[in-house]
């Protein structure tokens, strides 16, 4: 296997838990400790880990030398009837995600250019190697994220801001949403996703 494979793991891993973990702390700060009673509210890889999403998937793209490598971890469990104010506040967790990618991808590109001035010697290339996947994994998470389609993110904020009776229509889509991203993922249809967002914000990040 590739050893650049394993340069990804960690940033994969963290862009993917992070994600996830911080759907469940902001929906606790909102009133829903649903995620908190499940054992969720952890760093702890093992517990998030999805089959398909978190090791299949991302396994298969690296296989295809996909531009965009994604994936997915157990969805944190959130009671949305529990939030203080159901539809404003989903919008919230909901881009609690996506945000916390954001946050992540700027955090590994200080790093890298940290790296860049400390004399690391044989393990600098690793590190900044590493850095460069960090920036680059979070900014697909949280781009990839915001596309507007039930269940990520995008359509969760989307459906909060519609009226209820749109809203509603627009839920029933949620059971086919995953069918329809993994299909559009392997059209190739997200490769405009890298090339028009992912890229640029790099090269910014990174300048």
């Known amino acids: 296997m590739n050893p650049q494979f394993f340069l990804m793991v960690i940033p994969l891993l963290l862009a993917i838990v992070v994600h996830e973990v911080s759907h469940g702390y902001i929906a606790e700060k909102l009133g829903d400790n649903t995620a908190r009673f499940a054992g969720r509210l952890t760093l702890n890889p093992i517990v998030h880990i999805d089959l398909l999403g978190t090791i299949i998937l991302p396994i298969l793209l690296i296989i295809a030398h996909s531009p965009i490598l994604f994936g997915w971890a157990k969805p944190v469990p959130v009671n949305f009837f529990n939030l203080r104010n159901p539809k404003r506040d989903s919008a919230y967790v909901a881009a609690a995600g996506p945000l916390s990618n954001f946050i992540m991808a700027i955090g590994f590109a ?5 790296f860049l001035f400390i004399p690391l010697g044989y393990f600098s290339s690793p590190l900044l190697t590493t850095c460069l996947y960090g920036v680059e994994l979070n900014l697909i998470f949280a781009f990839f994220n915001l596309i507007p389609i039930l269940p ?8 909060a801001f519609l009226p209820n009776r749109w809203a509603y229509s627009f839920s029933k889509i949620e059971p086919y949403g995953m069918y329809i991203v993994i299909a559009l993922i392997f059209l190739g249809a997200f490769n405009t996703i890298y090339y028009l967002f992912v890229l ?6 990174l300048f």
């Open 110 to 114: 200080i790093l890298y250019h940290i």
């Open 152 to 159: 990520l993110d995008g359509g969760r904020i989307l459906a």
């Open 200 to 205: 640029p914000f790099s090269k910014i990040l």
